[in-house]
């Protein structure tokens, strides 16, 4: 199983990524001073968060921006983007409203299509790009050429790009590019979200999923001027794996994370990746619906453990016609509470996070292997965890459930994400015994009903217990 699940990961990513993991860490002198104040970690760069399928943007937003939410993306399902060439007035209309609402507008590219916003012929059906794989769901772009428009609407902060490319179609962007690069790199955000291991062997061109990771750094996202995404798509509860979190869970969100340091690493300033995940806030017939706070506080606290400074939500409304049902249903709130805790938990945590510089992640599976739920997953990612955790001695620690920890550097100051990862939905507690070499006291930031909370703590002989409960995480800095 180990060899199966690698080849589908992908191997032509592995140097690159065993390089990245193994040189990390503050060495073998550990955090020079033993001072700690939370004055000292804020980042004052919030997480990008928003949700697809989008609520009616003449209706009231007060709803979704209680969420959370920082973004809107703006779809063409409640208006017209363009008549005789021109932007319409009721889609101007639309995006002043989201910005009345505090929130932040993505511009969705609504066909995927490398001629959306400048297009000479338009009486050819398409369907290449609709929906990432050919779906004989045709549709037509009308002529326009649509270039500095949205530099007059300050609401406006992003393009949603596309939507799970194939890898066949990655190739084919290069026009959206250089529109990009023309009018809007200098002042706004280019986000794509990426296929999961999980998608047909078609739609993946009968590569493995490192490859295909490879070919959109390759194609997208080198070539993109300025702020853009690296984010994927990978759902964690589904039916094929009933009361587990999906195998591949950990092990695409770790390359793909893993990836975007590689780029950055050579990346020119400014050109950065962002690294953001999908969070699973629906149900269809094959992804287990959401029925806790912990299944989403869970997907939150592992993408913050990966580095994640993006969160994109699918989906806030339903579509009863082809069987998604999500956080909003016919205007009820279906499983709204339960996303509003979990987001009122732990989206504050971008204030100490994104103060620090993701390094890696190691994984430490229970201390009884019997109440271990995520040995495959583990063993998958294990030649792509981090090799030195700085001054977390991760030999002498160890949990009663299946954990991991998120590795993070400030400076010569050490910073780790721990997330309970077993199973949320058996609500069950993970105690860590956490050994910190030369440290005598360390800040422990946890979530709850009333957002981040940091509090300072001493060390018995530098270690730390630390009790998260199901789908929690805490965020610890030691001294």
Not at 131 to 142: C, D, K, L, M, V
Not at 247 to 254: H, K, Q
Not at 304 to 313: C, H, I, R, S, V
Not at 446 to 462: F, R
Request: proline share 3%.
């Amino acid at each position: 199983m180990k060899n199966k699940r690698k080849t589908l990961v992908g191997l032509s990513l592995a140097g690159l990524l065993l390089f990245s993991a193994g040189c990390t860490g503050s060495g073998n002198g550990g955090n020079k001073t033993n001072s700690l104040d939370p004055k000292d970690y804020v980042s004052a760069q919030k997480f990008i968060t928003m949700a697809d399928l989008p609520p009616n943007p003449f209706d009231s937003l007060e709803e979704y921006a209680s969420l959370g939410f920082s973004g809107y993306i703006l779809t063409q399902d409640y208006c017209d983007f363009t008549e005789n060439g021109k932007i319409t007035e009721k889609y101007k209309e639309a995006i002043k409203n989201a910005g009345k609402a505090g929130l932040d507008v993505y511009i969705r590219n609504h066909y995927n299509d490398p001629d959306y916003f400048v297009n000479e012929d338009d009486t050819t059906k398409r369907d290449k790009y609709n929906a990432g794989e050919s779906i004989g769901n045709y549709y037509t772009i009308p002529k326009r050429n649509i270039t500095t428009e949205f530099g007059e609407m300050p609401e406006v902060k992003g393009f949603y790009m596309a939507d799970e490319p194939v890898y066949d179609n990655i190739k084919d962007y290069g026009k959206l590019i250089e529109w990009y690069n023309t009018y809007y790199s200098e002042t706004s955000y280019f986000h794509m979200n990426l296929l999961p291991s999980y998608a047909t062997p078609k739609m993946l061109s009968y590569h493995n999923y490192g490859e295909y990771v490879e070919e959109f750094i390759d194609k997208i996202v080198k070539n993109v001027k300025g702020r853009k995404s690296v984010c994927l798509d990978n759902y964690p509860f589904t039916e094929q794996q009933p009361n587990e979190i999906r195998y591949s869970y950990l092990s695409d969100l770790l390359l793909v994370a893993q990836a975007n340091k590689a780029y950055n690493e050579a990346a020119a300033a400014g050109d950065e990746g962002v690294y953001g995940i999908c969070v699973q806030t629906f149900s269809n017939p094959t992804q287990t619906d959401i029925s806790s706070k912990e299944m989403v506080s869970f997907q939150l606290v592992t993408g913050m453990a990966m580095g994640a400074k993006l969160f994109e939500y699918f989906a806030y409304n339903s579509a009863p016609s082809v069987g998604i049902y999500g956080i909003m249903n016919d205007g009820e709130k279906r499983i709204y509470e339960h996303v509003k805790a979990a987001n009122d938990a732990y989206l504050g945590f971008y204030e100490v996070l994104n103060a620090f510089e993701w390094q890696g992640v190691k994984t430490f599976s229970a201390a009884d292997e019997t109440n271990s739920e995520n040995a495959e997953a583990f063993e998958t990612v294990s030649d792509i965890t981090i090799r030195n955790t700085g001054v977390l001695d991760a030999e002498k620690s160890s949990a009663r459930l299946d954990a991991i920890a998120g590795c993070f550097k400030k400076g010569d100051r050490d910073g780790y994400m721990f997330v309970n990862y077993s199973v949320p939905m058996r609500g069950r507690s993970n105690t860590l015994t956490l050994r910190f070499t030369g440290c005598s006291e360390a800040l422990v930031y946890t979530g709850g009903a009333n957002g981040m909370k940091a509090e300072k703590v001493k060390l018995a002989e530098g270690t730390l217990r630390l009790n998260l409960g199901a789908g929690e995480g805490a965020f610890v800095i030691p001294a």
